[in-house]
Every structure is written in structure tokens, then in C-alpha cells.
T-cell receptor
Framework: NAGVTQTPKFQVLKTGQSMTLQCAQD?????MSWYRQDPGMGLRLIHY???????DQGEVPNGYNVSRSTTEDFPLRLLSAAPSQTSVYFC?????????????FGPGTRLLVL | GDSVTQMEGPVTLSEEAFLTINCTYT??????LFWYVQYPGEGLQLLLK?????DKGSNKGFEATYRKETTSFHLEKGSVQVSDSAVYFC?????????????FGTGTQLKVEL
């Protein structure tokens, strides 16, 4: 049971480039989400999904796209990277069974935009 | 909207010292409250939680009590160890987004020295 996995671990982009951050979970969780972590600001919700085919915006969605074609995968796309998107990105998942508020986090992707 | 306020860090303590990290919140209704911990280079892990007023969450020697009258959820540990060095995040869930959306505080870094 791998839990929540994220790739890549570290990425450097130039301004204007695009890329996809991958997130996968093997716990059959319905709920998945993306956060960014910035110094002094904690974690802020970018987008979330309550199930395959359903996504919604969080607190800071601008510049990011998501889709959820399967239960397992929830990729985050940066369409045109900007230096303001330099951050650490965490994917998380949880289930509506048991304790739905308990989220399981991936190890993070550190992104540097030059 | 919902918000969580934590004490500024870093907090530096000697091993076996008493730890308190303050957390207060603003939310509508009756949120669930959480403490997550992030060890260096890793994603966040749930440390403890409380889902209703006067509940006490506990784990690994850490405790926090849900105080509705003071809207607080302070984290305490009687005797810290070097291995407790990490960043601690207070968070709440107000039941929106299927009950899985979390609002985080900015995090408090704890450093424990011998």
C-alpha cells in the first residue's frame, strides 16, 4: 500500500513553460485535493475533487487546472508557469467512510519557476 | 470565512521541557479541529483531532482540548524529545466540500535541543 505518491519530487521551470504534477493514491479514496505551501502562509487549497469527473476550485485556483478521470489519479497542470508559483505542492486524499476529515498527504513536489 | 491563527515560531525548547503551541479559530457552526505534523522533507501527517466541544484529542504524548468558549485548540506535551522537532499545523474542517476541506494555520516550527 503506497498511500499517496507524487512526481516529480523537484522541478525547475522557466517562466511561461507548462507542466503537470502527478498525484496518485491506492486507497480508493473519493476525495483528493491539491495544496500549495508557502513560508508564513501555511497550506492553501488550490483545487479539490469529490470523485471521478467532479472538480472544484479552492482558495487559490488561478493559473492551475485539474481533472479527475479516475479515482486514483488527480494531476495538477500549470498552463504557463510564473515565478509566483514557486512553492511546495502537496496532494492529499481522504475517504467519506470512517473519518472523512482525516487527510493523507503525499511527500510533496518542490517547484522553482525562474 | 474560516480562519486559523497559530503562534509564530520557531519555538526552541530543551529536551524534556513542556510544550504549548497556541491555536485559535474562527468558523461558522461547529467545526472539527486537527493538529497535523510535518517532519523535515515529508508530507503532513495527522497527529490528533477533536470533533466536538470539550473533546480531547491525544496521540504520542501530545494533547489538545476543543474549547468552544474560547475558540481554541492548544497543543501540549509534557516532555518533548529531539524527535519531536517538526512543523505543527492547526487546522479545521467546517463540513463543507463533503466534510473534507481543511483550513490550515501558518504552522509553528518546533526545535528541540539536547
Amino acid at each position: 500500500n503506497a498511500g499517496v505518491t507524487q512526481t516529480p519530487k523537484f522541478q525547475v521551470l522557466k517562466t511561461g513553460q507548462s507542466m503537470t504534477l502527478q498525484c496518485a493514491q491506492d486507497m480508493n479514496h473519493e476525495y483528493m485535493s491539491w495544496y500549495r505551501q508557502d513560508p508564513g502562509m501555511g497550506l492553501r487549497l488550490i483545487h479539490y475533487s469529490v470523485g471521478a469527473g467532479i472538480t472544484d476550485q479552492g482558495e487559490v485556483p488561478n493559473g492551475y487546472n485539474v481533472s479527475r478521470s479516475t479515482t486514483e489519479d488527480f494531476p495538477l497542470r500549470l498552463l504557463s508557469a510564473a515565478p509566483s508559483q514557486t512553492s511546495v505542492y502537496f496532494c492529499a486524499s481522504s475517504s467519506y467512510q470512517g473519518s472523512p476529515e482525516t487527510q493523507y498527504f503525499g511527500p510533496g513536489t518542490r517547484l522553482l519557476v525562474l | 470565512g474560516d480562519s486559523v491563527t497559530q503562534m509564530e515560531g520557531p519555538v526552541t525548547l530543551s529536551e524534556e521541557a513542556f510544550l504549548t503551541i497556541n491555536c485559535t479559530y474562527t468558523a461558522t457552526g461547529y467545526p472539527s479541529l486537527f493538529w497535523y505534523v510535518q517532519y523535515p522533507g515529508e508530507g503532513l501527517q495527522l497527529l490528533l483531532k477533536a470533533t466536538k466541544a470539550d473533546d480531547k484529542g491525544s496521540n504520542k504524548g501530545f494533547e489538545a482540548t476543543y474549547r468552544k468558549e474560547t475558540t481554541s485548540f492548544h497543543l501540549e506535551k509534557g516532555s518533548v524529545q529531539v524527535s519531536d522537532s517538526a512543523v505543527y499545523f492547526c487546522a479545521l474542517s467546517d463540513g463543507t466540500g463533503g466534510g473534507n476541506k481543511l483550513t490550515f494555520g501558518t504552522g509553528t516550527q518546533l526545535k528541540v535541543e539536547l
